[in-house]
């Protein structure tokens, strides 16, 4: 099984065919050119990320470990979330009654999401957990786990 | 009234930028108009400590997969939560956005704006409210044809300068469609089937050269 792993400086025990530390790498905002959608279908402006790329549709899975930041993704995580934009069509698609994304790629990975920090209750972690869910059901993941690290079986 | 308008827009040539569309006319028709500031050609830290200087904050941002984009996060991280209330002389210090998208329906929105109200909280900052339009990614190029959209923006901006708050009514105006009708959907199929939908999209590609690529894989 090709594994992916995203962290954010934390070491996980599970092998992984490329891991992107987002701690070291330095990547790129997104700054919404649309190259990737209307001049190099399916390549960004920036090259930073091309290995990801790589990796990442060709992995059966990817384990992300993110570091909860005022209780919500890191601003690096998220500009990752941003530029995996080129993985998809610019279509729009209406199948499941709302507007999704149509999938560049035949699959895309399984996801096992970690998570690492504090909340607002009441409600804080199910804002996080949901959106989390909503970024890789709108990234064509057929199955998405989220959790909290300690609940991560090693 | 002490406000400060931050436009949230990674574009690197902001002339582009529909979030700027938004502040520009969101400030245009106020008596005082606030003043507006980049993000994106701001030191992070020195900008979020400047803005703790007024008593308002409200971020127009487009929406990027679901939420803000890296860049208004990386932003949002160096907030340092206000002292306890009251922090101005007026009462505690507030936040509140303008999100406006690419996606039609508004309940695309719906992820992020819990977690902007549970934000102001840890900032200790009372929470002015969301405010969403969808269907907003091509006012830059064609500004002619949303300016319905653009005079509501003027309004909400006119009201908020009198009363400090978002106006319920323009609100609910800008956030239609929340969901995709039953109707809408089968037009939208319909559309997609003949394929109008891409007409304008291929026509882009095809101006770039881009028409014959436009399906590439080419990380696989
Ligand atoms: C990386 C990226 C992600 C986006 N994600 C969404 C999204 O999740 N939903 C949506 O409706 N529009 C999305 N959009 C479209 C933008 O919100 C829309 O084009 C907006 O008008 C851009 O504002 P600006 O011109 O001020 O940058 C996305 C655009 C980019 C570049």
Redesign the pocket.
């Known amino acids: 099984m090709k594994t992916v792993i995203i962290t954010e400086g934390e070491n996980i025990p599970a092998s992984a065919d490329y891991t992107l530390d987002l701690a070291k790498a330095e990547v790129q905002d997104?700054i919404?050119c649309?190259s990737c959608w209307w001049k190099t279908p399916g390549r960004c402006a920036f090259k930073d990320l091309d290995e990801f790329y790589h990796h990442y549709v060709t992995a059966d899975r990817a384990i992300i470990v993110s570091q909860v930041t005022k209780g919500f993704v890191s601003g690096k995580l998220k500009t990752l979330f941003?530029r995996m934009?080129p993985l998809y069509l610019p279509y729009t698609e209406y199948s499941t009654g709302e507007s999704m994304h149509v999938p560049r790629y035949g699959r895309y990975p399984d996801i096992e999401f970690y998570y690492q920090g504090t909340f607002v209750p009441p409600d804080g972690r199910q804002i996080f957990v949901d959106y989390i869910q909503r970024v890789f059901y709108?990234f064509h993941s057929k199955n998405i786990v989220v959790k909290p690290i300690g609940e991560r079986n090693s | 009234m002490n406000t400060i308008i931050l436009n949230g827009?990674?574009?690197g040539n902001p002339k582009?930028?529909?979030?700027?569309i938004f502040a520009e006319h969101f400030v245009k028709e106020m008596r005082n108009p606030c003043e507006i500031k980049r993000i994106a050609e701001n030191d992070s830290k020195e900008l979020a400590r400047y803005a703790a200087g007024f008593d308002t904050i409200i971020i127009i941002l487009?929406?990027?997969?679901?939420a803000m984009p890296g860049l208004v996060m990386k932003f949002i991280e160096k907030l340092e939560p206000a002292p306890p209330t009251p922090a101005t002389p007026s009462g505690p210090k507030t936040i509140g956005f303008i999100i406006?998208?690419?996606?039609m329906e508004t309940a695309?929105h719906k992820y992020v704006e819990p977690y902007f109200r549970r934000l102001a909280e840890q900032l200790n900052y009372t929470y002015l409210g969301t405010v969403s339009k969808?269907e907003?990614?091509g006012?830059?190029m064609y500004p002619k044809m949303f300016k319905k959209v653009l005079k509501l923006i003027s309004e909400l901006g006119v009201a908020y300068e009198k009363t400090r708050a978002f106006d319920k009514e323009i609100v609910k105006k800008l956030s239609k469609p929340y969901q995709l009708s039953s109707f809408q959907l089968r037009l939208l199929k319909v559309v997609d089937i003949v394929g109008l939908s891409n007409i304008g999209w291929h026509k882009v590609l095809k101006q770039n050269g881009a028409f014959e690529q436009r399906l590439d894989r080419p990380f696989i």
């Open positions: 997104c919404g649309w941003d934009i709108q | 827009s990674p574009k582009q930028s529909n979030s700027r487009p929406l990027y997969i679901h406006q998208a690419g996606f695309q969808g907003a990614a006012i830059y």
